[in-house]
């Protein structure tokens, strides 16, 4: 039901076509998640502004490629995740004025203008160089959401003195995502240095009893900082969606 | 927004005293899930005609009792599972012409007329005495919910004899309902014999590499027998829920 | 021992040639099963009317299709699940009437007239593209079995929306199929929508902590909808098989 | 070393009795860490203004009465959570005009005036009376840090019409923290009916294949809404600190 | 059907009372399992010899003890296993001529003639104290069936001065039992110094990541002693009814 | 040292060129468990009279070829397991008389005499046709090792009737092997049927829920049956190891 | 045999009563081992001097109690672990010079002289109070073993400050001793910091998803700093064990 | 900041350019880390002497070269570990006077002179050629570091008498690792035979039940050898460093 059939039945009712009752039952019965559908989403994309994402994985390129095409015409921002290197190939042969990053395996497509410092600022932190895809994925999905984001890599919990000679850029985040495999230490560690929720991702980084990142993903649930939140492991994307939420109202908070 | 609520509106559209557009708005962000709400549930409630239950772990003797007596004094059938001793006791002494199964666990209150066989008929299979009070709540909840039921318990597939002894009370079954702790090989063998759906329920009885079920639980999942369908451990309530709807189906058919 | 064969010694009984005694002895010894095979067996078919099945996982090519084309020859119904494209390619070149699913990696051959909706309609539901394999295959198994199935897909728990906006399908239908990954949240939304078994088919969709399935798996387990029971993770067959039982006993009870 | 320490040696080097190269060798090694301990508390307390805290779980009655009376004395807000029926009766005799929730397992004592509506507004949702304790540890937690909670008990996933018929609460919220044992399924939903971060809360409620909360926690890590972040099982505290964080900085966005 | 009921149907036959395709049609679904029943148990009790055992593990003492009871009216022999005190007391006041082995939770009534050395010789290995419940449970079961045992306790492999010291003990077992918790090594080192049989049996004992027995029993399935087969964790009946049949085997190849 | 340096040592000793202190000394810490390298070899060789084996699998195809044709030379009886086939091509070129088993991926070269029927039978069952290799690998293994085999192939539990079926080659068999993957039913079942030693090996084959034999394993362990014993998922050779021991033995008895 | 066993075998063959055969027939099937066995802890106790140890759980009140006055009337050191406080109060009662440690669970009695610092310096961290019987354990088995102990507590990853400041007590370290629970982080961070081995001891501190220690456990084999080595939950004896091997050789060197 | 950043500050003092308080302020807020870093490396690399190390799985050869030849530049000894053969052959190609470990999959290059037998003496033991590369790392790693090691490989518990052929070379070992994959027994084995620290190394080697490793881990954890401690699985490296943490300081003891 559209609003045009919404308005149709109460038009016959005005009119005396319809009787109250009978258009009570009609609308009692009627299909209104649609409705409740379209004004959700509307509401939604109002409110967050955020652009429309693709994940890649378990897409073939064509469907991939399909996708993106037609929400680039549509005019909205656009963001691939997951993307292989055949696919964003052919994601940038279409679309030259994409951007590709390859170590994060995503192609984003900003077409709306980016207002002022409106998204706050996140920083992004990993221990090391096998990390870094799902930091970039990261990195790249809140920058296309709109946020400034601080890379902060190879800061790992062995060599504190690393970490804390970034400790003021962390300071001045709206929200940090921490990736880390192995023993999943970083998130605490940070958590306790600054006053922002921690965003932590696990990576599968790792081997043995690593378990393809179930460690690092149990460590982080067990953190004894109270300000870590976990996401599912090598969720970049995940992470930077919640901390561009976090990071928003906080930025707004000093407009 | 109850139906008059919505009456209410169409019959001022009627009257010419709200814009269809007026109505329209209004009605495209009425709480329209209330209707939803009373129009599932009369509708399920309407096609299944099974009674209340009440789960009463996690639940204190009070509110147990409270709830009880509440749906009797509604006059419905009640039934409640996972019922400890002493709370039994509490419900039998405030309705003494409810039927207590401690060996199940239940307490159940049949107010309502059963009609004929149209429940039809339910087999509960099950392998050693530890499994009793699972296939017990599995049984006395399909004979609340209008089943005739079978039990046949002590055949375990080590002593095959006595399994394939009692296959012709299996054969008429509509559904049949298997308890088994351990290795949890008895629905394959049972699933083999008859050609019904069969409720798998994993009990936790074991010890070692038992797990409290787990065992039993995987065992089940992966049976090669095709129309074993499973459920959580010990969960003879769920078993008989899904085995009454089978049931019911099949014995109307041969009504 | 054939049929014959029992009846060789009955009549030898008859004519006074074998004491009843010694028929005793002979028949508590003779291999029986053979004659309980067969007779489950004409037993089961003759009750279910299902077509033969060949689960092509863990064969090769040659013997699947052997056996594809012997049962051909046997005039009967046949469906080969798990079918690789390479074996699906030969099964169709040596039969172009049969048909090929590739979605679902099904082949089937129906050489029995379907009669009427004796079959039943079941639902099939799954929240992403990633689910379509396990969910096709359920959906053509249940086909090839004599039901009418109707695929709700793209209806995941994120977008209530859409899955309230099919509720009337779900709601004709005798037996509800779910397929999920991720958190395996859909099979209890569906659950609690419906009046009729709802058979959880978790899939090894997702990554990190989804451990092929597991998750999902043990989500539906856990259900805190009582109608809901659950198979193998991937197991659309195994679903559809016990689907179909379902609604066949319950489409009949409205014939 | 204090910042007099610091003075001294520093006006040694200005006075000339001490060398640079001296004052740099003495200032190498200095334990400059509790110049930073010091620092970074005072800001963190400063930035954030949260109440102390006491984890009483693991700490005797005692133990935890002085920590609570040290801190009362100090004149800050003072939070106790999992506090035992006897420790909180020790509490409440000691401090009356403190709160206990017994259901949450807290005792609170709030002596700093609460300023307005800053702390922002959170809701607390769950499914069942079970998972009561847990979402009250996370209400109390979030009122005791200033936050205006709404809860939203008793609407699980089985029952969808329950949770629309409160999203005019959920819409209004600055972050929603969602309780969930069983399958853990809600927060997926809750997820995707609202645009701010949703803190999912495992609990151990259940039995069977729940494992103690873990089925539970491995749901929410896979949800299929991307604003769903996780904590610990039972861990109604965290979710609480963290959504205080993310209240705090959306409310002052409005004001 | 008993064999009466067959001999019935026969002599109809031989008067011509019922001709043999009628009593063909009732052999074929006569439930002849019972035959079979009773045929095979016959079989297995007259080729093993083996007591009647009654595992009293959720068993309530008096259905213990009626079961015990009735079968010493049998005049066979009697093992009870994971006996508790409190039963036990009860089993040996009702029958003082039994025994009573408080380690290893066993009461055990032999009233048949123990015949030579028939039984075989059984070693039985353990590493330290804490194994003794199970490692007596074995040896008292091997005992009550007739075989000699060897107790070769507290050799465990961080001392194999102590294992290599009873070598000779072992050489001349038809059959060794392995006891042994926390890293389960022991079977491993014993399989490598024997040329018969291990029965590996894992215990429950340890702490931290014995995970109740768990790393035992996966090292010893990893052994790589090839005459090493694994029961569950504790089951030490299970591992002495194993190796009385191999021993008994093997001691007659000697007579 | 040698057996002829200790003979020198006490010859020093006899003629009085070597103090018996200063020989004790000497022997005190002498390589002594060379010679018990050398005695155990030698008497278990001669106890047991087994065939040396090759374990393939991580061995490059050159390793395996030299140590193969290394004992062939020494004139024993050869077995190679895990044999992929490019080295098992290189093998056969090498040694023609050879047997090559591709199902059981074996290589097997027997240079002595078999003599009679000394080493027992052995029935070798599983249920489907992917359990095959591991089944070949233990009956070819058992073979090699000078047993007789009865191979009962697809008897799995979901159709009785064909294990019931070959029930006399199990009663006749002294060991029982037992291969089986999915939910690993089979031991229990062929347990109750048979009255020696049932060696189970649990197989890597079925999906999802299996978790590639861990399912069977666990179900294994938890058999019912108390003449069940459990090997490593996939180890044919183990269990043919043990059960020839057992029939060899039992197999004496009979002579 | 003893040494004088041996002697007489020698006597005989140098008086000639004795061939040099006869005597190594003896001697290749002497129980070598029992020799061995006084040598090997003859040489280990020379060279370690380290206490004899009882480990108090699974045995009884009465059982330790004799084994500890048995082992102090030898005139030996003597270390009780994992003692509860009735035991304990047992011990103190007969010796009561002995010091019971009822955090760490432990009564020690040394009766030899501690000889200057030869033990070494071993410095024992932990996070929280929770985590103090592990490490109060760990520093009493060290002392009783004669190191130099330096107990650093309440240093948490959260709080970096705290353990900075006491760095330079962990930098004069031989050996450093990390208990931890929930994350298990901790261990990873002081790595970082110090050039010497770090025994790490994961507790069984926390709830949830901590699994019991398991959790910690992973981290810390996990861990990025690589002079950090594990041992099982809880084990703070066994750190203990080996950091006193590592700080006694490293304490020596400075000597 | 660098030590003459810091001077600088402390001249301006002394010259009067910079009053005291500026000077606190500014170091007070410093990035003293950085001072910390220098001086941490400083530290360690003087007290350890250890070479420079690059973790060459998850770069790529051109990381992994240009990292080496850099260090190389810098004339320092340089282990580059998880080198694969590709790898391997350009680094050698650039540096032929390097050494290539293929088993051990390691590139070295020793720059520095060995002084002495500074690095302490350390045996490397494994069970069998399957674990010989993560051996070969350890050794090399040890080798390169300055150690002297003794390799005993092949020295499994099946066949104890070649382990104790070989523990004279145990017996003088400083420290010594032990290698071990299936039942990961071997360490409690040695550990009872030596007085030194056992860094025990699980392997991934095995099949089945082994689950990559996590068997013989949790057979290590669980050893009843108090100087066992356990490193990540297939982790050569990681064992090998804290070995030659351990034996430096043992052997300096002897110099």
Known sequence: MTPSDLLAILSDVERGTMSPADAAARLATLPFEDLGHARVDHHRS?????PEVIYAAGKTTEQTAAIFSSMVADGVDV??????????????RAHPEAVHNSMGRT???RQTAVSGNGGGHIAVVCAGTSDLPVAEEAAVT??????RVTRLYDVGVAGLHRLLAV??????ANAVIVCAGMEGALPSVVGGLVGVPVIAVPTSVGYGASFGGATALL???????????VVNIDNGFGAAYTAVLIARAAQSQKD
Do not use: I, K, Q, Y
């Open 46 to 50: 109002l409110r967050t502004g955020l």
């Open 79 to 92: 963001l691939a995740t997951r993307v292989d290197a055949p696919t964003a190939e052919v994601l940038m």
């Open 107 to 109: 192609v984003s497509f």
């Open 142 to 147: 809140a920058e296309t959401f709109g946020a």
């Open 167 to 172: 400790r003021s850029d962390l300071l001045t």
């Open 219 to 229: 460590g982080m649930l067990n953190s004894c900082s109270p300000n870590v939140t």
